[in-house]
């Protein structure tokens, strides 16, 4: 079946450090990629999707590139900041039939120290 | 631009009770709708999926049932809940099916 994968359940960083959170998946057919960030005691809010191979996405200084080869959209930031902290999903979405069907990782939760 | 409402905010409920949730959409005509379930600390796990009044697909059997009364609402139910029923409720909509998903900010649930 199809399935994402993150690698860090909990990554700990300071303010201005560089982020990377790593994103692998697993689909039969050619998904589209998204990042969610959720905050405590809140829904999911999107971030940004990626479509096709090579695309980049971004949002809020926050990128990851959609690389088929590798089958993953490792999310990145160059500087972090504590309103960062959060726990990141990653998602697959694939249109089977009717209704899109989204698949989450398992979340990666960041802390920012300041 | 569209909003997401869900309600009630949060619940407190007794094991074998009934439960309803609602969810409503403005400012999009026809959003297909979903429903996710997240346990604390987890993933978000889809529940149900609908794509046109009163038709609603269901994606993993939990002893729950959804509907879809009007074009802009979902509701989430059981006539006997389970301590496993505990966690966050979450409603999403999107423009159709290879769009992305807007998350409501979800009903937290709590069977004791």
């Known amino acids: 079946g199809d399935s994402v994968t993150q690698t860090e359940g909990q990554v700990a960083l300071s303010e201005e450090d560089f982020l990377t959170i790593h994103c692998n998946y697993s689909?039969?057919?050619?998904?589209?990629l998204f990042w969610y960030v959720q905050y405590p005691g809140e829904g999911p809010q999107f971030l940004f999707r990626?479509?096709?191979?090579?695309e980049k996405g971004s949002s809020r200084g926050f990128e990851a590139t959609y690389d088929k080869g590798t089958t993953s959209f490792h999310l990145r930031k160059a500087s972090v900041q504590e309103s960062d902290s959060a726990v990141y999903y990653c998602?697959?979405?694939?249109?089977?039939?009717?209704?899109?069907?989204?698949?989450f990782g398992g979340g990666t939760r960041l802390t920012v120290r300041p | 631009a569209q909003t997401i409402h869900q309600w009630p905010v949060a619940e407190i409920k007794a094991v074998g009770s009934p439960l309803s949730l609602g969810c409503t959409i403005k400012g999009k005509s026809s959003p297909n709708l979903y429903w996710y379930w997240q346990a604390t600390g987890g993933t978000l796990q889809q529940l149900f999926y609908s794509i046109t009044v009163g038709q609603v697909e269901s994606v993993v059997q939990l002893n729950l049932s959804a509907s879809r009364p009007k074009d802009d609402q979902f509701i989430l139910s059981t006539e006997k809940l389970l301590l496993s029923h505990s966690g966050f409720y979450l409603c999403?909509?999107?423009?159709?099916?290879?769009?992305?998903?807007?998350f409501g900010s979800g009903t937290r649930l709590t069977v004791l």
């Open positions: 990626a479509s096709r191979d090579k």
């Open positions: 998602a697959l979405g694939l249109n089977n039939n009717a209704g899109a069907k989204l698949t």
């Open positions: 689909a039969s057919g050619y998904p589209a």
């Open positions: 999403a909509w999107s423009g159709g099916n290879a769009e992305t998903l807007y």
